[in-house]
């Protein structure tokens, strides 16, 4: 794909990718380009921005056609290591948890649990899943941002970090009642995920919070 015909609006300068806004007709787009290390051999720089962007552009789509809310891929420029996305029109968690109402943010939370449950069980482990990487539609809607810390996992443990980073999440991070919310969590992990990844994933999440002496996930 040949970004360079595109107008692009900076909105975000990270230490491992800038984000961009475009258009791409018809769609709103994010554009996500991976930045050079120069701390990296040139050509180790290159070959491991190359094979995290694609990567990561994989498991999106993996991701989605496991029927998780996630952005579409629209197409990848190899050369720069950059994936072009849809653009989620919202508000990031992490900005608009507190302000919810009890019941919008249970349902919120029990929707996400279902998106988690599918990823999960279509071998994907998030890992860095925070209310950061969760964007909330005007409808009130989760959609799961950034994959750029996943990757394929069977692995109760693995799945049980991305749990208990999302917990850890809730509370330090928000003035909220986190016991409901992990509740609400739970039943929609357990609708898509089913009984035994349920059991297997919420084990080892407890384990790790008891490691780390963290207020326990239920």
Known sequence: MDTARLTL???YRGAEADLFRS???PWKAVLKRRV???YRHESLDDSIRRERTLSEATL???AKAAGARVPSVIGIEVETNTI???QIDGVVARDCLDAMSPNDSMELFRSLGAQIGLIHTAGIVH????TSNVIVTASGTPFIVDFGMARRSNNPEDRGVDLHLL??????SHRRDVPPLLKALARGYRETAGEKV???SWAKAREIARRGRYFAIR
Not at 167 to 172: G, H, K
């Open 9 to 11: 609006e900076t909105f």
């Open 84 to 86: 072009v996305m849809t």
């Open 36 to 38: 050079r290390k120069g």
């Open 198 to 200: 349920f059991q297997s």
């Open 60 to 62: 999106l789509h993996e």
């Open 23 to 25: 258009n791409v007709d």
């Open 127 to 130: 890992g860095d899943l925070t």
């Open 167 to 172: 917990q850890r999440s809730i509370s330090t």
